[in-house]
């Protein structure tokens, strides 16, 4: 295996690594303050795309985390990227809450139902049947079908939820259309946060809690991958996976002198 060059730009899953349940991971806020010390550029990333960056500034900063807006990369971010780079100035009707549709608009994207270029599903905790109907309809006129993120379900203090992935294969099932999804494990997501911050995949690491999703993109996208065990992989599910984390460690907290 080829020796890695030093780490020199820092990407982390926000869930699971940096809180667990609106809970603070130990070691978190000394991780971040170690990254802001440091100068070196790095990124948040969440593939929630409900709410904005400075939505998300203000929930970690409840929490004791102060991760500047500009330092937060979502999945909404992401999907507005790819569409500004695939059809600038185009249409969308959007499934999605504020984080969405605050991306698109930053665009110049127009929110439209009406002979739309795209329709969009993201993350929302109102998935509608009329709005499902609509969006049903638009794809088989002729809409491309784009979706935030794969993930099939979400956390709720009660229990799972359903999220964009399930969503989607509900659309899908009624269209026979699949949706290009641009969030993790897509490597694009990576690549886009990347070149927010001008870093490099050779001299980047990624950690994540979830192998199939943040270990596989940034493995991917070339990037150095920490796995951490606080959130949903488990120890015992790690060799189950036909690919490896460059690490695993305990928590964010073990990574904070490698800063």
Sequence with gaps: MAERKPIESWLTDMDGVLMHEGIPVPGADSFIKRLKESGRPFLVLTNNSMYTPRDLHARLARIGLDVPTENIWTSAL???QFLDDQRPGGTAYVIG????????????YVLSD???DYVVLGETRTYSFEALTRAIRLINDGARFIATNPDETGPSAEGALPATGSVAALITKATGAHPYFVGKPNPLMMRAGLNAIGAHSETSAMIGDRMDTDVRAGMEAGLETFLVLTGLTRPDEIERYPFRASSVVDSIADLVERV
């Design 97 to 108: 809450e504020a984080g969405l549709t605050t991306a698109l608009h930053d665009i110049g």
């Design 78 to 80: 992401a999907t507005a």
């Design 114 to 116: 009406a002979d739309p």
